[in-house]
């Protein structure tokens, strides 16, 4: 079985480098303006991911830097010793997408290639072996990829025209995608089930779903609490459409909760309603059924982006404000105290893009810095400590590009 990283519940201390961002210009500014070739500045980040215990950002450069958790080469550095400063990703160019999973991670470059890094117990890098790997490997086989998402065992690519493929441990997803078995350590061609060409996906642990072209959207796999959103909470062996639904751009996955992002910058919910994680202000065991189908989130209506952890649920807004809902025992919504039933803005703070696991979450503010907040256990919030924070901190990162 899986080896799960469970979280360690250290106590809260801040201090002087774990201090919040108290105002997002100034703050944002000192991150970037420190030595040369040690901050964002000189090599802004345009893409964030997080896993389980880790965290990457894809840099204007081309490469990509990692820190965090490394027990199975998941930073790509070439070892597997943990890391809480940002580091390189060992012989990465041209690196136009990005995602982590549960303990490693791939990168699509320019002409299309995919490589992984980290573990590969259920064939997670694609390269046809079991075996991990601290530097990246080519996933084979795929050669005009545009975007990955990898979940907690398994990844899948978009490829050109709209092809999805997948590979690695697809829990829950073999009776839906009629594939027979839930290994591949190839990345498999799964377009034919899908039915339509797909423009965005998103990989849970048991779940997946897909946004179409024509903006609905389709899940499969485990439907505990409602997750697949198509209405109930019965076991379905095949793809099913998300009810209430339209105009999808991107959907994000929770432990046992999913979230959309509309077009228009509205948000909707779907599945489990506990503490909060649907941000309408209600508990589930209030209004409980209604929920098995898509739900808009009060409040937010001018979203460019949007994250899930496990229990809690990030959006980046269009004036760079965060507002995050859910629960918070880790810091993960973004201040000190209690969960929030509705989406509620982290005090001085912007970000353009956001990436939420398990209970934490990293972002990209206004000139291409990262900061981070939430559990910190691994490093993985990059700011030199294993202490967790209530609030943003900016991820601190090496010398060596």
Not at 32 to 58: E, H, I, L, M, Q
Not at 86 to 111: F, K, R, Y
Not at 223 to 228: E, I, Q, S
Not at 309 to 328: M, P
Request: charged residues 15%; negative net charge; proline residues 4%.
């Amino acid at each position: 079985m899986k080896k799960v990283l469970a979280p360690l519940f250290i106590s809260f201390a801040i201090g002087c480098d774990a201090a919040p961002f108290s105002d997002h210009q100034a703050e944002n500014t000192a991150i970037a303006n420190t030595t040369a070739c040690r901050n964002w500045s000189c090599d802004p980040a345009k893409t964030v991911s997080v896993g389980y215990s880790s965290s990457c950002a894809a840099l204007s450069s081309g490469g990509v830097m990692c820190w965090g958790g490394n027990k199975y080469g998941q930073l790509g550095n070439g070892n597997d010793q943990d890391a809480s400063v940002a580091a390189p990703v060992v012989g990465l160019n041209n690196v136009q997408a990005l995602s982590v999973g549960g303990a490693n991670a791939c990168a699509v470059t320019v002409d299309g290639k995919v490589y992984c890094w980290g573990d590969n117990e259920f064939g997670e890098l694609g390269n046809g072996a079991t075996e991990n790997s601290n530097v990246p490997v080519k996933a084979l086989g795929l050669n005009n990829a545009t975007d990955v998402s990898c979940g907690g065992y398994h990844c899948c690519a978009i490829t050109q025209g709209g092809a999805l493929s997948c590979w690695g441990h697809l829990m829950g997803l073999p009776a839906a995608l009629d594939i027979g078995t839930d290994h591949w350590s190839i990345p498999t061609d799964v377009s034919a089930v899908i039915g339509a060409p797909v423009i965005s996906v998103a990989m849970g642990d048991e779940r997946a779903c897909a946004v179409l072209i024509d903006g609905s959207a389709v899940c499969f796999g485990n439907n505990g609490f409602g997750a697949l959103g198509c209405g109930d909470a019965l076991v379905h062996s095949d793809i099913v459409p998300v009810s209430g639904l339209a105009n999808a751009a991107k959907i994000v996955l929770g432990k046992n909760h999913s979230c959309a992002l509309v077009s228009d910058g509205t948000v909707f919910c779907w599945g489990w309603n506990a503490h909060g994680l649907l941000g309408n202000n209600e508990d589930y065991q209030a209004s409980y059924e209604k929920h098995y189908s898509a739900m808009p989130v009060s409040g937010v209506d001018d979203a460019v982006d949007l994250a899930a952890g496990e229990e809690h649920t990030c959006a980046a807004k269009r004036d760079g404000t965060v507002v995050c809902w859910g629960v918070n025992t880790l810091g993960q919504i973004g201040f000190p105290a209690g969960g929030e039933f509705l989406p509620t803005a982290i005090p001085n703070f912007r970000a353009r893009a956001i990436s939420a696991q398990l209970s934490f979450n990293c972002s990209i503010g206004p000139i291409g810095e990262v900061a981070c907040w939430g559990y910190n256990g691994y490093g993985q919030l990059g700011n030199g400590t294993t202490e967790k924070s209530a609030g943003p901190i900016g991820v601190l990162r090496s010398a060596i590009r």
